[in-house]
C-alpha cells in the first residue's frame, strides 16, 4: 500500500500545487486577511525586493569590472572583492534575521518575523548597492 502512495505522490504534486498558486491570485496584498496569505505576500515580497537587489548587485558588479579594467594588474579585483562581501552580506542577514525572530521559534511569528527582517535588510543592501553605483558615477 505504501509503494503505491510513493508512486502516485510525484504524479499529484504538480496537480495539488497548481491549487494554491490558482487561489493566491486573488490574494489582495494590501489587506491579507489569513496566515497563509500573510506568508503569500511576505514571499512575494521578500522575491521582489531580492530581484531588485540582484539587479542593483549586477550594476554595481559591471561598474567594477568597467573600472578594473583600466587598472593594472596588481591593482584589480574590486569585482572578486565585491563578491565575497555579498556572500559575507548573505550570511549576516540570515544570521541576524534568525536572531530576530529566536524568541518565537516554533511559532508563526518566527518565520513572519524573519521574513519581514529579511525584506528590510534586503531593502537596505540594494540601497547601499545602488548608492555606490552612484559615488562611482560621480
Known amino acids: 500500500m505504501r509503494l503505491h502512495h510513493a508512486l502516485a505522490a510525484p504524479l499529484l504534486a504538480p496537480l495539488l500545487a497548481a491549487f494554491p498558486a490558482a487561489a493566491q491570485e486573488n490574494v489582495d496584498c494590501g489587506y ?3 496566515s497563509s496569505e ?24 559591471a561598474k567594477l569590472v568597467e573600472m578594473d579594467s ?26 541576524d534575521c534568525t536572531a530576530y525572530g529566536f524568541p518565537f521559534r516554533g511559532g508563526p511569528q518566527s518565520d513572519e518575523l524573519y521574513r519581514n527582517c529579511m525584506i528590510v535588510l534586503t531593502m537596505k543592501r540594494t540601497d547601499d ?10
Open 38 to 61: 500573510r506568508t503569500y505576500c511576505a514571499e512575494k515580497a521578500l522575491s521582489e525586493t531580492e530581484a531588485k537587489m540582484q539587479t542593483a548587485y549586477d550594476r554595481l558588479h
Open 32 to 34: 491579507p486577511l489569513t
Open 70 to 95: 583600466e587598472l593594472p594588474d596588481h591593482l584589480k579585483g574590486s569585482p572578486a572583492a565585491l563578491q565575497e562581501a555579498q556572500a559575507a552580506w548573505k550570511i549576516y542577514s540570515d544570521k
Open 129 to 138: 548597492l545602488n548608492a555606490t553605483v552612484e559615488d562611482y558615477d560621480n
